[in-house]
């Protein structure tokens, strides 16, 4: 009696991977101690179609038999993940052969090798004699016959056409749009790159994982100590993924290139498989790619900072960097500073705070390195050398400034404190904080106009945004959209004219902005209560603007002296100033002009005059030029307004001492008109109206000068070119007469052209660098023979032509003649009126009466006779349409409706 057959051993596993349809890889029951041990199981007395290869050093590619695909797809989704049973048979050439069951035991589990072979998924071996080989040959037989599988059908139509390679890249990502694209996982390399099929096109892709990285598979290096550690921890992230993916059904975003390799987002039925990583502590974020997330970037951020705070992994020996407890708090915004830094008023708290914008670079002046020394950033102007003006200059930074401007000046924002910045070099530390208004974020609105840049941080930095992705995302979207910084096109170039405290270019502009009526400006800076530096977009110009109308008391040591004891500052009032104006969108008009080039002149800011809010609050007091104004009467009510509630200056006001004042008033407004005629020869008249005049009695003086100046040059003629002339020289010019003057330089251009005014005589002219030289010290003593005056009490029509006209007469009629002229208001430019001495003419009286100027409306009361005296000749004018009257009043455009009111 013959043995018993040996009864086979049966093994129990889960199917990890299927490499072809007719062989799989088998992992069997965790271990204690390292992974579980893994085998390759092909089938035995079956041959499946053999799937196509890609290309190898020493091999072509290789196509697929017709339904090799079909066979491994069969068997895929049949078994993979799935606990088995398998038995081995045959163990040859370090090959295991075997069946495998699906099932609770191999007598009622399914066996996988007869389900292949029913199918028509592969062929039978029919050399064995084995009865299960005769139960496999029986199943082909019964699939040919049902013309099942590879047994029926057109094989051609079951070929893949297999992509192995991608021409490009990044144009394939965008023609995939960002969609979902059904993949199946075909290698695992590492935690966070796997090879995968794209279907149902069949493009070969390695895919890298989007927003994480993993520790990479160390390679063996002979000369290197192998790094166990960073080993084992990179085998457990590549065997984490390879559960969940390998062989799975998936769905893949693709988001962004690597070289040649595509980045994306694997979307499993379980989640993003990159969130599960960063949960286990196998990997860690990386901003490059994260940045190109449609969505769920917050939610690997959250699960890293969970694997951070369990210290799993490769957070085992992490410290937190960024300590920083997060206040969150609502303020208002007072002022923009550069293109990343905010004042901040804080309810409750008297100093504004100083905070900044988290993680994003503003526009900044691109220097070779050479000129970044501290010491060449410290180094004094050169003479001539203009001081920089960043804010205008550095490319983009102006439009940063702007865009925050008009987006918070003045508004409620809410703000959270993201992390502290230590003081560096000669940087102060720095609050960083994330600004929302809205619901906007305010730094990811000003990077994704292209206004900033993302700082990149190392990978373990958590002093960062709490928005940080966000801003990388709207980067990446500016950078595609070639938005400002990101532009290829030229920067815009801001070409600023600053004529604060530049007398000469202040008194060419003068003219334009006392007929320009309202003016819209931005008030740059607030230097007191009264003084603003002014930025006029229209014409790209940098003005100081005094308030008119108002006057304050001298203090000292921040203590006013209008009556002692006084608790009434500087500070104060200047702080009233800055919150209401500055960086705020203002108009302004200009009246006149001060001896150092500042302009004086009314400003409002939401239709509020602030020289009336001044005053209405106590801060300031009014002047008596503001009696010829149209402002007078609300001034007036607003001082009173302060009197009645004893504020500001009037704390200890008393009604007795404005009784005095008044006193004194009436006793000035009293005063009659004071007549001091001079005898003078107008030598030059300018389109303002301005004149120069020289007097009588000092034409020997002159005369005498002139000789002197001409004999010295005769008897030591200058060499040409010796002589340099700058800016604000005094220096001797060659008139078109060929001799020598006494001449300021008020301008040298690029081209060696000098603009220069005849000090002696008011003309002016613009001749070559050779036709001036240095003036002798003896000749520069001696003050200007000529005086600038502007005719009193007149104004020029606003038609152009009639405006040409009056100044073509008014030349006429004083150039080059004596004339009688009386100083009827003293100031930087004396006002005065000329006379014809033969005739008692008023010359500016009968200009207005021929119907050529305009009456102007003042408030001088020892000058009413004069002044009425010129309203009734305008009236007289207006009353017979002569010149400027000739189709009616023109004064009636003056009313509000015509933009022109206060």
Not at 74 to 92: A, D, N, Y
Not at 262 to 283: D, M, P, Q, T, Y
Not at 553 to 566: A, C, F, P, V
Request: contains cysteine.
């Amino acid at each position: 009696m013959s043995a018993p057959a040996p009864q086979p051993v049966v093994k129990r596993g889960i199917v990890k991977q299927v490499l072809s349809g007719d062989s799989v890889v088998i992992r069997g029951p965790p271990r204690k101690v390292g992974p579980p041990v893994e085998k390759t199981l092909l089938f035995s007395n079956i041959l499946a179609p053999k799937l196509g290869r890609r290309a190898t050093a020493s091999a072509a590619d290789t196509k697929d038999e017709p339904y090799a695909w079909e066979a491994r797809e069969f068997l895929r989704k049949k078994v993979i993940g799935e606990p088995v049973l398998f038995v081995s048979e045959v163990s040859s050439n370090n090959r295991e052969y075997g069946v495998i069951y699906l099932g609770k035991d191999i007598q009622t589990g399914e066996n996988i090798t007869e389900a292949l072979v029913s199918e028509g998924l592969a062929t039978v071996r029919r050399d064995g004699r084995a009865p299960e080989v005769a139960r496999l040959i029986e199943l082909e037989d019964a699939a040919k016959a049902a013309s099942k599988g590879k047994w029926g059908g057109n094989p051609s139509e079951h070929i893949r056409d297999i992509k192995w390679t991608i021409e490009n890249p990044m144009a394939f990502v965008d023609k995939m749009g960002q969609k979902p694209i059904k993949a199946v996982i075909e290698h695992v390399r590492d935690g966070s790159t796997v090879h995968a099929f794209l279907l149902p096109d069949f493009y070969r892709v390695t895919l890298m994982i989007s927003g994480i990285r993993a520790p990479n598979i160390p390679r063996p290096d002979e000369n290197k100590q192998p790094d166990n550690a960073a080993g084992t921890l990179a085998e457990e992230a590549k065997y984490f993924v390879e559960c969940l993916l390998l062989n799975r059904d998936v769905e893949v975003v693709l988001e962004s290139t690597n070289n040649n390799n595509l980045v994306g987002s694997i979307l499993h039925e379980k989640g993003n498989i990159a969130a599960a990583l960063l949960r286990e502590g196998f990997a860690r974020c990386v901003d490059w790619s994260i940045a190109h997330m449609k969505t769920g970037a917050d939610k690997l951020r959250a699960a890293e900072r969970e694997a951070k705070e369990k210290r799993l992994r490769i957070w085992k020996d992490w410290t937190p960097t960024n300590t920083n407890p997060g206040k969150e708090y609502a303020a208002t915004v007072v002022e923009i500073m550069g293109g990343d830094g905010l004042m901040v008023k804080i309810a409750g708290q008297s100093a504004p705070k100083k905070i900044f914008l988290s993680s994003i670079r503003p526009p900044r002046e691109q220097r070779p390195a050479e000129d970044k020394s501290e010491e060449k950033e410290k180094a004094p102007l050169a003479p001539g050398q203009r001081k920089p003006r960043p804010l205008y200059e550095v490319p983009y930074l102006f439009e940063a400034r702007e865009f925050l401007r008009k987006k918070l000046i003045g508004k409620r924002v809410n703000i959270v404190e993201d992390y502290i910045q230590p003081p560096h070099q000669t940087f102060g530390e720095k609050v960083c904080c994330t600004v929302t208004i809205g619901g906007v974020n305010v730094a990811e609105a000003l990077v994704s106009k292209g206004l900033a840049t993302v700082l990149r941080y190392r990978q373990d930095d958590d002093q960062r945004s709490s928005h940080y992705d966000n801003l990388l995302a709207a980067e990446t979207k500016a950078s595609k959209s070639g938005h400002g910084l990101h532009s290829k096109k030229e920067a815009p170039a801001h070409r600023v004219v600053d004529v604060s405290g530049d007398l000469v270019k202040a008194k060419q502009f003068l003219p334009f902005l006392q007929r320009s009526g309202r003016i819209e400006a931005v008030a740059e800076f607030v230097t007191s209560r009264s003084r603003l530096r002014l930025y006029i977009p229209k014409d790209s110009r940098l003005i100081t603007l005094l308030l008119a109308g108002i006057t304050f008391n001298k203090t000292r040591q921040g203590q006013s002296q209008y009556n002692e004891g006084e608790p009434f500052t500087d500070e104060e009032a200047t702080n009233f100033t800055r919150e209401r104006c500055m960086q705020r969108e203002v108009q302004i008009t200009v009246e006149a002009m001060d001896r150092v080039g500042n302009y004086i002149g009314w400003l409002w800011v939401d239709n509020v005059n602030l020289s009336v809010a001044l005053a209405e609050e106590g801060y300031a007091k009014v002047h008596g030029s503001a009696e010829k104004s149209d402002h007078y009467r609300a001034l007036k009510n607003a001082e009173d307004s302060a009197k009645a509630r004893r504020i500001g200056v009037w704390k200890n006001y008393k009604e007795e001492d404005e009784q005095e004042v008044e006193k004194k008033r009436d006793d000035e407004r009293n005063v009659e008109r004071s007549v001091n005629q001079t005898r003078v020869v107008v030598t030059e008249t300018t389109p303002e109206l301005h004149f120069y005049a020289q007097a009588v009695d000092q034409g020997p003086k002159l005369e005498g000068l002139m000789a002197k100046i001409r004999q010295e040059f005769t008897a030591n003629p200058p060499l040409p070119g010796a002589y340099q002339p700058k800016k604000g020289d005094t220096c001797a010019a060659k008139f078109v007469d060929d001799e020598w003057y006494r001449a300021k330089v008020e301008k040298v251009d690029k081209g060696g052209n000098v603009s220069v005014l005849y000090m002696d005589y008011g003309n002016r002219e613009t001749l070559s660098a050779t036709r001036c030289a240095q003036l002798p010290s003896a000749f520069l003593s001696e003050k200007p023979y000529a005086t600038e005056y502007q005719l009193f009490g007149v104004s020029l029509p606003p038609d152009a032509d009639y405006s040409e006209e009056a100044i073509s007469t008014f030349r006429s009629d004083v150039l080059d003649r004596t004339l009688l002229l009386n100083v009827e208001v003293n100031g930087s430019l004396p006002l005065a009126t000329l006379e014809d001495p033969t005739t008692k003419v008023d010359i500016g009286k009968a200009l207005i009466e021929d119907g050529l100027l305009l009456a102007e409306k003042r408030r001088e009361r020892r000058l009413t006779k004069l002044l009425n005296d010129y309203k009734n000749a305008q009236s007289e004018a207006a009353k017979n349409h002569l010149k400027i009257w000739e189709y009616g009043d023109i004064t009636e455009d003056d009313a509000k409706e015509f933009g022109l009111g206060p």
